[in-house]
């Protein structure tokens, strides 16, 4: 059977796919365009494809009968597929929850810490030849330990992040989740516009419509002022508009953002603005990590070649 991989992948994981398929590996950084996403449903058995593959419902409807039985995401998040349009074409979507779990809540540590305590814009001082040394009051920022983190979010990798944050820093947890969930650890359930009265808000909700501007005007405006927020989620989660103009007028105290709503463009007012850390989608950027999403990925390939349960078919 013939596979697509559409992204350059790490070497392991091709030749795992070789074992038991005919590969195509479109060994490239950049998402694949209109022409390629159709051919790639119309000529392949099965696809590996990432985030920035846009197959959206156009896609299927221009290949109405698709040779293509599978689409085997790698990532968790696959708000670049429309599912119900797969579905309905006659293709199973799987991702790859897990492998990313502790990879991404390391990078929401990192942006906690970067942002609070202003490291992006110390950095940029220093490289800039403009430190004039240490003085009790050099770019004062928050202490982390012992404030409160609310979570937006508590699956994996939110539980994952209150883990670090209550174990590691002794912060006190409150999260918002659609639904009653026990988050493993001394914390409290909250409605959303009470988990963002939190110090530190980290975003950590899948994307999708239902998530789509999840934090915009108003949710901004329930933050405090001194508050941070963090988004390692998916980009259109936040209304990067409302963010822009909230960071503008000091409504919240920054920002550390790992992804973006039209990324991989990013607002030029966000880059302009010290107190907001900017990451290129470093979420899962670990040679093991990724490793790890390739295989199971394939390992749901795998599964559809054997005609067997799909270990991680999308819901």
């Not at 940029?124 to 982390?144: E, K, N």
């Not at 390692?232 to 909230?246: F, K, N, P, Q, T």
């Amino acid at each position: 059977m013939k596979l697509l991989i559409t992204r350059t992948m790490p070497a392991d994981v091709v030749a795992r796919a070789r074992t038991r398929f005919e590969v195509t590996h479109r060994d490239l950084p950049t998402p694949m365009g209109a022409d390629d996403l159709r051919a790639a449903l119309r000529d392949y058995d099965a696809v590996l494809p990432t985030l920035g593959d846009l197959f959206k419902a156009d896609v299927f409807a221009d290949v109405p009968k698709p040779r293509a039985k599978i689409l085997a995401n790698f990532g968790v998040g696959y708000n670049h597929i429309d599912v119900t349009a797969a579905r309905a074409a006659g293709l199973s979507v799987t991702n790859t929850p897990g492998a990313v779990t502790d990879a991404t809540a390391d990078i929401a540590l990192m942006l906690i810490l970067m942002t609070a305590r202003r490291a992006g814009e110390g950095e940029r001082l220093l490289r800039s030849g403009h430190w004039t040394g240490w003085h009790p009051t050099q770019m004062l920022g928050m202490h982390v330990s012992g404030r409160t983190v609310g979570i937006i979010g508590m699956g994996r990798i939110g539980k994952a992040i209150a883990q670090r944050c209550h174990f590691g820093f002794g912060m006190k947890v409150i999260y918002h989740n659609r639904s009653a969930v026990d988050a493993g650890l001394p914390a409290t359930q909250l409605p959303l516009d009470q988990a963002l009265q939190a110090d530190i808000v980290v975003i950590a909700v899948p994307g999708g419509p239902a998530t789509h501007h999840l934090i915009s005007t108003a949710q901004l405006a329930q933050m405090r002022p001194e508050a941070f927020l963090i988004n390692i989620a998916r980009g259109d989660v936040v209304d990067e508009a409302a963010l822009v103009s909230a960071l503008q007028s000091r409504q919240i105290a920054g920002a550390g953002l790992d992804v973006y709503e039209f990324e991989p463009r990013v607002s030029p007012a966000l880059m302009a603005m010290e107190n907001v850390t900017l990451l290129p989608h470093l979420g899962t950027a670990a040679l093991n990590v990724r490793q790890d999403m390739g295989m199971m990925a394939v390992a749901n390939l795998f599964a559809h070649l054997d005609g067997q349960p799909l270990p991680n078919l999308v819901v």
